[in-house]
């Protein structure tokens, strides 16, 4: 569900038909669950390790790193 909500929010910010999310980076934060799984405390909201507010973060950084990408400016 999470994958899905960023996948919305790029594509609604930037106007892209599709939106293909590929984590590259060699990064990894464990599961990001949404704020209704995150209350019912089951595996994946248990191993969201950064708090209930992690999916909105990362909702609000992408929408600004869309925006920076679009408009060719630095962050």
């Not at 990064?27 to 799984?37: F, K, Q, R």
């Not at 969201?48 to 925006?67: A, M, R, S």
Request: a positive charge.
């Amino acid at each position: 569900m999470s994958g899905r909500r960023l996948r919305n929010v790029v594509a609604k910010s930037s106007g892209a038909k599709r939106v293909v999310l590929a984590g590259l980076s060699n990064i990894y934060s464990d599961y990001i669950a949404t704020p209704e799984e995150y209350q019912a405390q089951r595996y994946e909201a248990a191993s969201t390790i950064f708090g209930p507010h992690t999916l909105d973060i990362y909702l609000n950084k992408y929408v600004e790193l869309t925006n920076a990408l679009i408009q060719g400016s630095k962050l």
